[in-house]
T-cell receptor, first 112, second 114 residues
Framework: DAKTTQPPSMDCAEGRAANLPCNHS???????VYWYRQIHSQGPQYIIH???NNETNEMASLIITEDRKSSTLILPHATLRDTAVYYC?????????????FGQGTRLTINP | GAVVSQHPSWVICKSGTSVKIECRSL??????MFWYRQFPKQSLMLMAT?????????EQGVEKDKFLINHASLTLSTLTVTSAHPEDSSFYIC??????????FGNGTRLTVT
């Protein structure tokens, strides 16, 4: 699976959009980009995933560059409860039993 | 949908004893579950892949005789930490998926070995 690079930490003001970048320059054509977050002392929570098109759901938007070498997770109106570690993971395929390998993620702090 | 439940959420045990952690997929069948371990201020580390009806696949450096995994049904996998020692104190997290959804995680089990 392709390696990802994320900034170790970010801050964002409450109510503003939080934009979390992820570089995955060695991504292969069949690899998806997944985003999870982990709030302190809880299990990771699935946020969103995509292959090449931009995706949006009730939690966030995922913007993938045309060359697919990087992506951005957008939390449109961040709240204090969005404070967490956000993980960007690249993995082949959605079917099957492929494991997820976590990097160090980005620690996002939402400030009041 | 795709709810994964872990039990217990926390456990304290004495050194030398064994502890069993359960992972259940509540509303779907999971042929494969994954077990992770997380030390303070670190990321999740994959320990093993649990396959229903067959032996688990362990990641390099994880002792299979110490961390026993049983996946006897499509909704339950168990991790038993045998002869636990203080260095086994950690946050253990399981995950599972059905055929169509991404991996979903349990809320973890915090193990403290005294």
């Amino acid at each position: 699976d392709a390696k990802t690079t994320q900034p170790p930490s970010m801050d964002c003001a409450e109510g503003r959009a939080a934009n979390l970048p992820c570089n995955h320059s060695t991504i292969s054509g069949n690899e998806y980009v997944y985003w999870y977050r982990q709030i302190h002392s809880q299990g990771p929570q699935y946020i969103i995933h995509g292959l090449k098109n931009n995706e949006t759901n009730e939690m966030a938007s995922l913007i993938i560059t045309e060359d697919r070498k990087s992506s951005t997770l957008i939390l449109p109106h961040a709240t204090l409860r969005d404070t967490a570690v956000y993980y960007c993971i690249v993995r082949a395929g959605i079917q099957g039993a492929q494991k997820l390998v976590f990097g160090q993620g980005t620690r996002l702090t939402i400030n009041p | 949908g795709a709810v994964v439940s872990q039990h217990p959420s926390w456990v304290i045990c004495k050194s030398g004893t064994s502890v069993k952690i359960e992972c259940r997929s509540l509303d779907f069948q999971a042929t494969t579950m994954f077990w992770y371990r997380q030390f303070p201020k670190q990321s999740l580390m994959l320990m093993a892949t649990s396959n229903e009806g067959s032996k688990a696949t362990y990641e390099q450096g994880v002792e299979k005789d110490k961390f026993l995994i049983n996946h006897a049904s499509l909704t339950l996998s168990t991790l038993t930490v045998t002869s636990a020692h203080p260095e086994d104190s950690s946050f253990y997290i399981c995950s599972a998926r059905d055929r169509v959804s991404p991996l979903h995680f349990g809320n973890g089990t915090r193990l403290t070995v005294t």
